[in-house]
């Protein structure tokens, strides 16, 4: 039996799972999917994102069941045009955007406040400055002052934050990565994220409005992990759960 769960507002629940967790029963979590997600789960080509998207649905289906009070194999998903997936069945305020890097799964959860979450593996991106060649005229300068040691991180901090604002808007790649800037000094008077600094939205060219509208919330799921939640202002308290546990790993807020 599973036992409901409860959000208050101006709350978002992550929610983070380790695919390589043997308590997780990857079985329990492929009989929940859909027909097209099972579809979808067999066209990888490596079993190991297979078990990944399993578990990630299956997840989302099981949570998403204990905040609505219903079924995880009725649930319905739609998708906006750019792909961001919402609750279609059953009718109901609550918001999720998922995240997934390396063995990393990450659920974001909320009522009626749209939000984006992304987490990377923080690797070496030697390989990447292509990628960084898109971001701000800023973005590029606070880049290019690290030293090597230092660029990793910095690179992927600015990754984790463009890409949780695109989702909460949900227009992943086609709002262009260089018509919003990200600061990542910390702000007087403000609290620091898990970095040591508090990422903001300095500016957007299609938003003026943005800086004051969202904010964004570093996060440290495990290891080498980094993610960042992108949420409206109005948000108060942030927990990180782990799925199958329950247990609070952190408060953000
Ligand atoms: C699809 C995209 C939204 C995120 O892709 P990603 O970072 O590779 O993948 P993530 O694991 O973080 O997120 C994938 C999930 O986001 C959700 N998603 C898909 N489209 C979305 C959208 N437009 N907005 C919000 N969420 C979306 C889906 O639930 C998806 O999971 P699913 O395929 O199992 O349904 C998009 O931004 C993208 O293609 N990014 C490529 C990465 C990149 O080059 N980033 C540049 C550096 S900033």
Request: charge should be negative; include cysteine.
């Amino acid at each position: 039996m599973t036992l409901p769960l409860e959000l208050p507002s101006e709350t978002v629940h992550l929610w983070y799972m380790s695919v390589t967790d043997t308590r997780i029963l990857l079985d329990n979590h492929l009989s929940v999917l859909d027909e097209e997600e099972k579809y979808r789960a067999n066209q990888f080509h490596f079993e190991r994102d297979r078990t990944r998207f399993i578990l990630a649905r299956g997840s989302l289906r099981s949570l998403l069941a204990r905040y609505t009070g219903s079924d995880p194999a009725l649930i319905r998903f739609k998708q906006n045009r750019y792909g961001k997936p919402f609750l279609q069945h059953p009718h109901s305020p609550v918001q999720f955007n998922i995240t997934h890097s390396a063995g990393c799964i990450v659920h974001a959860i909320a009522y009626g406040t749209e939000l984006g979450v992304d987490v990377e593996f923080v690797r070496n991106s030697a390989g990447l400055a292509s990628v960084a060649s898109y971001f701000a005229p800023g973005e590029q300068a606070w880049l290019g002052a690290a030293d090597a040691r230092e660029h990793d991180v910095r690179f992927f901090t600015l990754w984790v934050c463009k890409e949780a604002y695109i989702k909460a808007l949900g227009r992943g790649l086609s709002k262009s990565l260089d018509s919003f800037e990200i600061s990542l000094e910390t702000r007087k008077g403000r609290k620091e994220g898990a970095e040591g600094i508090e990422p903001w939205i300095l500016s957007d060219s299609e938003n003026h409005a943005a800086s004051a509208s969202w904010r964004l919330m570093l996060f440290k799921p495990g290891e080498d992990i980094l993610g960042c939640l992108a949420i409206n202002s109005a948000t108060q308290i942030v927990e990180l759960r782990e799925y199958g546990t329950e247990q609070i790993m952190h408060s953000l807020s």
